[in-house]
């Protein structure tokens, strides 16, 4: 490559950079300020589109239609006082204990029911809605687009100069979506101040919200990982914040001149009684190194010291070194030869066998097959360097109706160690009949009248809450085990539902 040519594209790249940040300038819609920007409102309103149904069916969603109403009538009478009202927006309910809540562009706001279980009252959800709104209305993740779209360009004169930045550009690119995944200090900044300003405007105390960063603050600090919340990966330092969002909720409730805001504690609570608490065991389950699943009524061990980790759409398996996995899934096509040919055409795989067979009684069909390895240039001299391509075990089952799928990954060279562990699993796929592991219940949120006044400990364990919860209770209540409660009160507990 000559230095001629490397100046011509160097030039190029530098004028597409200047004409994209003199021609793509456009007006926020909360601050009036013009901002560079690459992604048009349709491009938005095409993404929330297509992304949507992917993330209701990885999590799945909620059911429960006076929550479901709730949200909604909140969200949309927020929506309507947000600096774009014109949007379309959906709110949903994700069927999922994580703690979060997160919008995507659009207009589409997605608050799991592990969050909703841990807000005490309707103003601290108004809050959380208000933010996440805020994030679409600021156009958080259009700004972000634009920005890669700038670092796409840098990095494209990157794999033109460097030849070690060519070797690497696949990694390199991966980073970029990366980095540009979370939002910013000054994004999540602006938007507590909207969510501030929008739970305010449609007659919500702010204050609540703030006091929700403690519950968030002290999830973090549990001795019990489950509970740690992913809402803080891109939302964090939540004690700053609840100092920063009380004074933002003053001046706020100063400036709109309120009076008589909402906070609905008991309507709240009263709302969420019933509602699946943590895991449940009827989307699948792990006991004694078994996964059962009570509603398909299967059942298939798991390899001993494997990871795992279960979800509406799959349940996945990993070695404890991370070079072999075993996916479970259920295949969409409706005959195991379809299945086959579906799954072989869409990953471009390269057949070594296929083998016809039953397992248990179920008519099945198997798959060896691999990967075409990738080809990577060389620093020096040019020369081909051959990367370990990636061989794939896969089962198709037929079995009540559906076609159950499992597929073993590793690397060629590490396959052979894998190979028995995938099998053995695989072959281990059984009917789910006993009544003790079908018959089971979630647990679920009870909402319990305080008999008597004292601490929140001594009336959880006046109502029989096993002691060893009394922490992870307090949490969920948004209160200190020492904290104070009055007889009347209505409080959090939990049981196995009836």
């Known amino acids: ?152 360009v840098g990095f494209v ?76 990966s891109t939302h964090p330092n939540p004690l700053d914040r609840n100092k920063r969002v009380h004074v933002l909720a003053t001046k706020e409730q100063a400036k709109q001149n309120t009076s008589n805001l909402q906070v609905n504690r008991d309507k709240y609570l009263r709302m969420i009684d019933g509602m699946v608490y943590g895991e449940d065991p009827r989307q699948g389950y792990v006991q004694n190194n078994r996964f059962y699943h009570p509603e398909l009524k299967f059942q298939f061990p798991i390899p001993s ?62 798959v060896l097959a691999d990967l075409n390895p990738q080809q990577q240039q060389g620093q020096q001299g040019g020369t081909t360097q051959q990367q370990p391509g990636i061989r794939v075990i896969s089962y198709f089952i037929n079995y009540d109706g559906k076609i159950y799928q499992y597929y073993g990954v590793a690397q060629q060279p590490d396959f052979p160690k894998y190979s028995g562990t995938f099998n053995n699993t695989i072959k281990q796929f059984r009917k789910l009949s006993d009544p003790q592991y079908i018959n089971v219940k979630p647990d679920v949120i009870s909402i319990k009248t305080v008999p008597r006044n004292g601490t929140l400990s001594s009336v959880l364990t006046s109502l029989n809450a096993p002691k060893d919860k009394h922490q992870e209770l307090s949490i969920l209540n948004g209160m200190e085990l020492t904290a104070q409660v009055k007889a009347g009160m209505l409080i959090k507990t939990i049981e196995k539902q009836k």
């Open 1 to 152: 490559m000559t230095q001629r040519y490397v100046n011509q594209l160097l030039r190029i790249a530098i004028v597409t950079l200047g004409f994209l940040v003199v021609n793509s300038c456009s007006r926020n819609p909360v601050t009036g300020k013009k901002e560079f920007m690459l992604m048009s409102k349709t491009q938005e309103l095409a993404l929330g589109k297509q992304s949507d149904p992917g993330i209701v069916a990885s999590f799945g969603k909620y059911q429960d239609e006076t929550l479901q109403k709730f949200i909604n009538d909140k969200g949309q009478q927020m929506a309507k006082i947000s600096h774009r009202p014109d949007l379309n927006y959906e709110f949903k309910i994700l069927d999922s204990p994580v703690v979060n809540a997160f919008a995507v562009p659009g207009g589409y706001v997605y608050f799991t029911r592990g969050i909703l279980a841990h807000f005490n009252n309707e103003a601290e959800f108004a809050g959380v809605l208000g933010h996440e709104i805020g994030h679409i209305t600021a156009r958080h993740s259009a700004k972000q687009y634009s920005k890669g779209m700038l670092a796409q």
């Open 157 to 232: 004169a990157g794999m033109v100069l460097s030849p070690t930045f060519r070797q690497y550009g696949q990694s390199a690119q991966q980073g970029l979506a990366l980095l540009f995944l979370k939002f910013g200090r000054d994004a999540e900044a602006q938007s507590d101040g909207l969510g501030v300003e929008y739970s305010t405007k449609i007659g919500y105390d702010a204050h609540e919200m703030a006091n929700f960063f403690h519950t968030l603050n002290r999830l973090t600090t549990s001795s019990d990982g489950e509970q740690i919340p992913t809402f803080l």
């Open 305 to 366: 010291g494997w990871k795992h980790q279960n979800s509406p759409a799959q349940f996945q398996m990993a070695s404890p070194d991370g070079k072999g996995a075993l996916v479970f899934t259920l295949a969409k096509e409706k005959t195991l030869q379809a299945a086959k040919q579906a799954f072989i055409t869409e990953n471009k795989l390269t057949l070594i066998e296929s083998n016809d067979m039953t397992i248990e009684l179920f008519p099945a069909t198997s």
